[in-house]
């Protein structure tokens, strides 16, 4: 028994290794096909021992690495089956009238020429749409369907073989037939035929007098605008990411901070403020939320929300110059305000909103004993009413950016008689940067960030008419703060 055994499993090993493997058929996504609901009856049709085939989900995934349209061309057909490495790709549009659906199929093979089908069906499930898909995808799969007068025959088995099944319910047309006259199934003369046509279409009147060459160019010539509204066609609202109603982020910064001064012409070099200019790394959290969305869409309240961000500098200190010493600097900002959000098509938001915001650079001068560091403290306080806007571009990318106006009430010691006097300032803030959805609740933010408050002084500050020992000028008349930095925060959304 044992000999025997070892002998089927020798013969059965390279037969199995020489069998022919299975082609690879990848069904899209169809075009007016809810939840895939018809495409996964497609691809079920064919799966089986006659194809491997990639489902409209995995295909979904594919189009959108490779940026593709919803809306396929021959080219991105092709393109696509390359990559999935299927002999064919299954594309096609679902449509409805009155109590009758439409199935049309378009099979792009690699290196063969289109061809295509249409059925009508009531349901999905009956066993007469599945062998029909099935036998008419193996025809054009298999290059049946380059041969007009094997159409005709396949054609007319079919439509009969389905009649006979569904009771008349269901009907298969080729699209090389479509416009053709329609073969009765129970051996109609060509006059009871005539009398199906739709009445002035010419075309149709031809029948099958038509010689098969002529055709094929008239049926290239009308299915060629089909094609090409197909190529514009836009995509569906639903490809792109929808707008965040809640997020809340963590992640790191790095920040360079200039202090520059604008003075007198002609004032020495040594008796010029120094600049101060710093850069290190910190912390960030941030976060956004629109609790009405969340509870009642629909509200005219629904776009009213709250959002705060808080970041913090480590390890930042400054040399103070001509001395070995070092003072650390404390170095934050914080916003914190509302938002209204407007809604752009599905795509986009536009938001107004007003912040208060605090941003401060202190250092500490306790070990410095007599040592002095000319360089003022800042405590900025803001309103900041501004607008933002975000823009999905896919489903996974979205650009945002914003601009903020700065009015500040208050500055800190630099404003003091003691340092540089009273001044007008005014500020702005600007951001800008990408959401990158990674899965699908979390998120990348990158975002750059750029920061200035400008200070115009009046003659009454000491530091700024005492430089040059004469009281009567005014030698520093002007300052900007600047700040330009980076950050990058995960987040989770909803």
Request: include cysteine; aromatic fraction near 4%.
């Amino acid at each position: 028994m044992l000999p025997i055994l070892l002998g089927w499993v020798c013969i059965a090993i390279p037969v199995r290794a020489l069998a022919k493997p299975k082609p690879t058929i990848a069904v899209a996504p169809l075009e007016g096909d809810t939840g895939n609901k018809v495409a996964e009856a497609v691809a079920d049709a064919l799966d089986g021992k006659d194809f491997t085939v990639i489902g409209p989900k995995e295909v979904r995934r594919e189009m959108q690495k490779l940026d593709l349209p919803d809306q396929l061309d021959t080219r991105d057909a092709r393109k696509l089956a390359n990559r999935l490495d299927a002999a064919a790709l299954i594309d096609g549009t679902v449509s409805k009238a009155g109590k009758k659906r439409s199935l049309h199929l378009e099979v792009h093979r690699r290196g063969k020429p289109d061809s295509g089908f249409t059925i009508e069906f009531k349901s999905t499930s009956s066993d007469g749409f599945r062998r029909g898909v099935h036998d008419e995808l193996v025809k054009k799969l298999l290059g049946a369907g380059d041969d007009d007068s094997a159409d005709d025959d396949q054609a007319r088995k079919l439509a009969a073989r389905q009649a006979a099944e569904e009771d008349g319910r269901t009907r298969t047309r080729d699209d090389d037939d479509a416009r053709r006259t329609k073969q009765p199934a129970d051996g109609d003369d060509r006059d009871a035929r005539r009398t199906r046509q739709p009445a002035g279409d010419s075309k149709r009147k031809r029948g099958e007098d038509e010689p098969a060459a002529g055709r094929r160019k008239r049926v290239a010539e009308e299915e060629e605008p089909v094609v090409r509204k197909r190529k514009k066609a836009k995509q569906p609202d639903e490809a792109i990411a929808p707008p965040v109603l809640v997020r809340v982020g963590a992640g790191g910064s790095l920040a360079q901070r200039r202090l520059t001064y604008d003075t007198r012409s002609g004032l020495p070099a040594a008796q010029t403020p120094p600049r101060v200019v710093t850069t290190a790394g910190g912390g960030r959290v941030d976060g956004e939320i629109y609790p009405i969305a969340l509870a009642a869409p629909d509200s005219p309240l629904a776009g009213l929300g709250l959002a705060g961000a808080y970041d913090k500098t480590f390890g930042l200190a400054i040399k103070i110059p001509n001395q070995p010493l070092r003072a650390p600097i404390n170095q934050a900002h914080d916003a914190i305000g509302a938002r209204y959000r407007f809604g752009i098509g599905q795509a986009s938001t536009l938001a107004i909103g007003l912040d208060y915001v605090r941003r401060h650079y202190i250092a500490d001068r306790s070990s410095l004993m007599a040592v002095v560091l000319d360089a003022p403290d800042v405590d900025y306080t803001a309103v900041a009413p501004g607008i933002a806007a975000h823009v999905a571009v896919t489903p996974q990318v979205t650009l945002f950016g914003g601009l903020d106006g700065m009015i500040l009430f208050n500055t800190g010691p630099i404003q003091k008689t003691a340092s540089y006097g009273p001044a007008t300032v005014y500020g702005l803030d600007a951001i800008g940067g990408l959401d990158i959805a990674l899965a699908q609740q979390i998120g990348l933010r990158i975002a750059l960030e750029y920061n200035q408050i400008h200070f115009s002084f009046s003659n009454k500050g000491m530091m700024a008419v005492l430089r040059d020992g004469d009281s009567a000028s005014q030698d520093v008349m002007g300052a900007t703060d600047r700040s330009i930095g980076a950050a990058v925060t995960l987040g989770l959304t909803y």
